[in-house]
């Protein structure tokens, strides 16, 4: 299984365990903000914005709330400047991290980033380091238990989608950045629930994680996707399936 995959399911099951609605909210609402500042406040012509809202829209963020960081980020209200940053770096085994950061502070965000790296077993290395490794994609992955597989292959195929994967558990479909949202909206029609659907970094391979370096690869994880600072992460570590249960 990817490792995207892998965290993916982690965060899917930690989510119902302990959703941090509160944070998953202030990082939708910066990145609506900042999509709105650099591409303005038209969702239709603003391919970054509009998938800030329906990411939004997915974790049922009321409307006012996404209408006012449209409305910080064109500056017809006051709001906070957030200057985009991209980190890379190696968590334990040798495994690659990329994170991408959204923040007022960029003293302040690397110091603590490179510190939860370190704090966890990796360290924060140099830019251009691991973000070869990395092809930015769209990614939507289902519960194999929830969808027809022939029924999901014709819909994503015909609308565009460069490959559909399979394990155990899951139904892996694979897009161009620019054609996810045609892909999602064919299979929205399946009316299927879905376990992941953004435009991601998925990793060309895998670093396989075992034992106390694959707890503190999730701990690892964690950790940065609970800094404020820090809007998405993405690893290539493979990380065993019973770790997911307990992450």
Same mark, same amino acid.
């Given at each position: 299984?990817? $490792? ?10 930690? $989510? ?8 998953? /909210? ?14 303005? !406040? ?26 006012? $960081? ?6 017809? @209200?006051?709001? +906070? ?9 190696? !968590?334990?085994?040798?495994?690659? +991290?990329? %994170? ?23 360290? @924060? ?21 929830? %969808? ?8 994503? @195929? ?21 054609? /996810? ?29 075992? $034992? ?36």
């Amino acid at each position: 299984m990817s $490792g995207h995959n892998k965290w993916a399911s982690i965060k899917h099951k930690k $989510g119902a365990n302990d959703a941090k609605r509160g944070k998953i /909210f202030t990082k939708l609402i910066k990145e609506i903000t900042v999509a709105a500042r650099m591409g303005g !406040g038209d969702p239709d012509g603003n391919p970054r914005l509009r998938a800030a809202v329906l990411a939004a829209r997915a974790e049922n963020m009321p409307k006012d709330n996404i209408e006012r $960081g449209i409305k910080k980020g064109t500056g017809e @209200l006051e709001g +906070v400047s957030y200057e985009e940053s991209l980190y890379e770096g190696y !968590g334990p085994g040798g495994a690659a +991290v990329l %994170v991408e950061s959204l923040s007022d502070n960029k003293n302040r965000s690397v110091a603590e980033i490179r510190h939860i790296f370190t704090k966890n077993g990796g360290n @924060l290395g140099t830019g251009g380091c691991v973000a070869w490794m990395f092809k930015k994609k769209g990614y939507i992955a289902i519960d194999r238990k929830a %969808v027809d597989e022939e029924k999901l292959m014709e819909k994503a @195929l015909e609308a565009g989608a460069e490959d559909v994967r399979e394990d155990e558990v899951t139904f892996e479909v694979i897009t161009a950045p620019e054609d /996810f949202e045609a892909v999602k909206t064919a299979i929205d029609t399946l009316e299927v629930p879905y376990i992941s659907t953004e435009v991601t970094m998925l990793p060309q391979n895998t670093t396989s994680l075992t $034992g106390k370096e694959a707890e503190q690869m999730v701990r690892l994880m964690d950790m940065l996707e609970d800094c404020d600072d820090v809007q998405k992460v993405y690893t290539n570590a493979d990380i065993p399936d019973e770790l997911v249960g307990r992450a």
